[in-house]
């Protein structure tokens, strides 16, 4: 490979000769040079690679330096408390802390965008410490929310240093933080209530007016809805170690009329007035733990539980309050009307068939009147016989029937037909009221026996 530049010019040069017959040069002198010229290329080598030599310029890099324009975190730390939350009507404080980095140098802390009524105020007994205070008014949280939100913010300007070249180069440097506040709806549930006038024994047949009273966080008298009185029974109507139960005492409980709503008493108190009516409603008998009446007890225990709503659900724990209706209301007994006698007495003749209309009744339309049959040693059996009126159980409307035997004897005629009637309300039973029909014998002689076996 190496002699094939060598060869390649000889074999043309010489063709070049053959065809121009007329060119006579000799071409020795050409051929020599030729020769060594592939001489020197072959004792050369390979070409090398060539260098390319490049001028670059390069200019040198100028520090700048730029002062700061505003105080960030490297010169003041601000930090408030992670979360602040408010609840209406009721104070409450959160702290920030501001501090400088910087010795020698002082900063103030002032707020933008608080709400009304809150305040930053610097503290007098920690350095660095600043106490955000709010009271936030009722109702400030919207009727249809639960929560309100707003975003404040802290500024921190300098307000000294250690020389005066400082404060001017720090004059009007600030530094900016933003928080957020939470408002809420007072969450603190009815407390304190208590119960005032209802004594542990009333007596039967009066009017008791009482108070309940209690306190709602949250609640004045501008409030769109006012707390709610619940009283009920909670059924449990045996105690162990008692041989009585305790009956329903709500169904005593009547609102007074003339102060029907809930009363507002300040700082959040409120005041109901209700009547524990045992005039106008009936008392149930005492039971005994197995049910029944208990004739001999002197008053009927009963039980009522009080439990105050907020107008947002909340609610106290229920109250029990017990009493015990002492009976003091006498229960009228029944009254006799012979009124259709028209005479103070019986007089009957053998013979003769009695049928006496007369009633029983009571002054209490709640009772109920019973009366026993007549009691009697005249001859033939008088027979008493009641049932209820046709408009109230308060009435018994009677009939005495009798037929005189027409043997019976004058003296044996003159006696008394003796019938006794009670009222009974709500198990409880009046006095008997007896009552002695006088019967005499009829002093004419009516003839009727004789009539009789005539026919």
């Known amino acids: 490979m190496k002699h094939m530049p060598t060869l390649i010019p000889v074999i043309a040069l010489s063709l070049f000769t053959a065809a121009c017959g007329e060119y006579q040069k000799d071409p020795a002198p050409g051929l020599a040079t030729m020769r060594e010229n592939a001489k020197v290329q072959t004792q050369q080598g390979p070409d090398k690679p060539r260098e390319i030599t490049k001028t670059v310029v390069v200019e040198k890099p100028v520090l ?3 002062e700061e324009s505003t105080i960030d975190e490297k010169f003041i730390v601000i930090t408030p408390d992670a979360q602040m939350t408010f609840n209406e009507g009721q104070q409450a404080q959160f702290k920030i802390r501001a501090r400088v980095l910087v010795p020698g140098i002082e900063i103030k802390l002032s707020a933008q965008g608080l709400p009304e009524g809150a305040r930053l105020e610097k503290s007098t007994q920690e350095k660095d410490l600043y106490i955000l205070t709010w009271n936030p008014a009722l109702y400030t949280v919207p009727a249809n929310a639960a929560m309100k939100s707003y975003t404040a913010k802290v500024v921190a300007e300098v307000s000294k240093a250690n020389t005066q070249a400082e404060a001017d180069k720090l004059k009007g440097l600030v530094r900016e933080k933003e928080f957020n506040i939470f408002l809420f709806r007072n969450q603190e549930a009815p407390s304190g209530l208590t119960v005032t006038g209802l004594n542990s024994e009333v007596n039967e047949g009066s009017l008791v007016p009482f108070t309940v009273t209690v306190k709602i966080p949250g609640i004045d008298n501008k409030a769109p809805q006012k707390p709610r009185l619940v009283v009920s029974y909670d059924g449990v109507s045996y105690t162990a170690g008692n041989s009585f139960l305790e009956l329903d005492g ?3 409980v009547v609102a007074d009329l003339n102060k029907k709503d809930a009363e507002y008493l300040g700082d959040s108190n409120w005041k109901f007035t209700l ?5 106008n409603i009936s008392v149930q008998p005492q039971l005994a733990k197995d049910g029944a009446i208990m004739a001999s007890a002197d008053g009927t225990r009963v039980r009522l539980s009080f439990k105050v709503y907020s107008p947002y659900g909340l609610s106290t724990p229920e109250s029990l309050t017990q009493v015990k209706v002492r009976y003091t209301k006498a229960i009228q007994a029944p009254r006799f009307d012979l009124s259709g006698l028209g005479q103070q007495g019986l007089v009957v003749s053998p013979g003769q068939s009695v049928n006496l209309k007369f009633a029983v009744s009571s002054a209490d339309n709640q009772a109920l009147v019973k009366v026993e049959s007549a009691v009697s040693t005249l001859p033939g059996t008088p ?19 009798w037929t005189v035997p027409c043997d019976a004897k004058s003296e044996q005629l003159n006696g008394e037909i003796t019938m006794n009637a009670q009222a009974v309300i709500n198990g409880r039973n009046s006095d008997v009221t007896p009552y002695k ?19």
């Open 437 to 455: 029909l006088k019967v005499v014998a009829s002093t004419e002689d009516k003839k009727l026996c004789a009539t009789e076996a005539a026919q």
């Open 275 to 279: 009547i524990f009516d045992t005039k």
């Open 250 to 252: 709500a169904r005593y």
């Open 383 to 401: 027979v008493v016989e009641c049932k209820n009126s046709a408009t109230t159980a308060a009435k018994q409307e009677c009939s005495l029937t």
């Open 64 to 66: 700048v330096v730029k």
